[in-house]
């Protein structure tokens, strides 16, 4: 199983980028999925988690700002991310529950991470 994040990039100041994070692999089905990120200097932090239900939680620092959503016919995780801060900045990384064949129990999978850097 292999989770593929993209669509990060440079953007100024109150700006919109959307991520996408794309399964791949043998996937009988999908449990809970979020996005982390890492900032330079610091540690890794849980940005989003979303539900098989489409119950979503967010960290304070971003909430109202950000929202996650899941395409479970694509098995495919989104974020969209508005009015953008320096604070921001950061590698952001996707993760979710995975269950290769039924039965055979959820393993836990990570991205390889997208670069998001808002600068002016």
């Known amino acids: 199983v292999q989770l593929q994040a993209s669509g990060g990039g440079l953007v100024q100041p109150g700006g919109s980028l959307r991520l996408s994070c794309t399964t791949s692999?043998?996937?009988?089905?999908?449990?809970?999925m979020n996005w982390h990120r890492q900032a330079p200097g610091k540690q890794r932090e849980l940005v989003a988690f979303i539900t098989t239900t489409d119950t979503a939680i967010y960290a304070d620092s971003v909430k109202g700002r950000f929202t996650t959503s899941r395409d479970s016919a694509k098995n495919t995780l989104y974020l969209q991310m508005n009015s953008l801060k320096p604070e921001d900045t950061a590698v952001y990384y996707c993760n979710a529950d995975v269950e290769s064949y039924s039965g055979a129990g959820y393993n836990n999978y990570w991205g390889q991470g997208t670069l998001v850097t808002v600068s002016s």
């Open positions: 692999g043998s996937i009988f089905s999908i449990g809970a």
